[in-house]
């Protein structure tokens, strides 16, 4: 039997490290900083490299399309299962006790943009699919975790990704709550 609490405590540490890494990245869609190289603006892009790079150097196959979606991905099979989930925030506004882009961990929780929609939750299942590499577990389908950039705006990432890549067999989203 395995302990999964176990071994979420093991990476803790690590996750945390990650994600505040994440959050101090203001993925706020800001279309004057747009280009044709970062349609999207530089920090979609920059999300996106940070979470696409943690991935290759943990070995997983990725793959940047156009710099407004990416993808994580393993296994092997005819079917896919997506994950689905974005890098991108919505504005801070008003009201923030700390800098929203400045993580802070006060009694036991994170307060940055993102924690909750979705960097938290979409490095979270990153983590579980790493831990399960890691074991050794072999998929019998291939298992594509993506990344999109537009998810508060206009879906682009997501839209581009269905335009060059094949549609997942199924899939589910583990954003916010």
């Given at each position: 039997?395995?302990?999964?609490?176990?071994?979420?405590?093991?990476?803790?540490?690590?996750?945390?490290?990650?994600?505040?890494?994440?959050?101090?990245?203001?993925?706020?869609?800001?279309?004057?900083?747009?280009?044709?190289?970062?349609?999207?603006?530089?920090?979609?892009?920059?999300?996106?490299?940070?979470?696409?790079?943690?991935?290759?150097?943990?070995?997983?196959?990725?793959?940047?399309?156009?710099?407004?979606?990416?993808?994580?991905?393993?296994?092997?099979?005819?079917?896919?299962?997506?994950?689905?989930?974005?890098?991108?925030?919505?504005?801070?506004?008003?009201?923030?006790?700390?800098?929203?882009?400045?993580?802070?961990?006060?009694d036991g929780n994170i307060y940055g943009r993102g924690?909750?929609?979705?960097?938290?939750?979409?490095?979270?299942?990153?983590?579980?699919?790493?831990?399960?590499?890691?074991?050794?577990?072999?998929?019998?389908?291939?298992?594509?975790?993506?990344?999109?950039?537009?998810?508060?705006?206009?879906?682009?990432?997501?839209?581009?990704?269905?335009?060059?890549?094949?549609?997942?067999?199924?899939?589910?989203?583990?954003?916010?709550?």
């Open positions: 039997m395995i302990d999964w609490q176990a071994k979420a405590q093991e990476q803790q540490d690590e996750y945390l490290n990650d994600l505040m890494a994440l959050i101090k990245i203001p993925s706020v869609r800001d279309d004057t900083q747009a280009t044709d190289e970062y349609p999207l603006g530089r920090k979609q892009a920059q999300a996106l490299h940070a979470i696409l790079e943690m991935a290759q150097q943990d070995g997983f196959k990725t793959k940047n399309i156009d710099n407004v979606v990416g993808y994580v991905e393993c296994g092997e099979g005819d079917e896919t299962l997506a994950i689905l989930a974005h890098v991108d925030v919505m504005p801070a506004g008003d009201g923030w006790q700390t800098d929203p882009f400045d993580p802070v961990i006060k924690t909750s929609d979705d960097k938290g939750p979409g490095l979270a299942a990153y983590y579980a699919l790493k831990t399960l590499k890691s074991m050794g577990v072999k998929f019998n389908q291939k298992v594509r975790m993506i990344f999109g950039t537009d998810e508060e705006s206009n879906w682009t990432g997501m839209k581009r990704y269905f335009e060059v890549e094949p549609a997942p067999t199924y899939g589910f989203s583990p954003d916010a709550s």
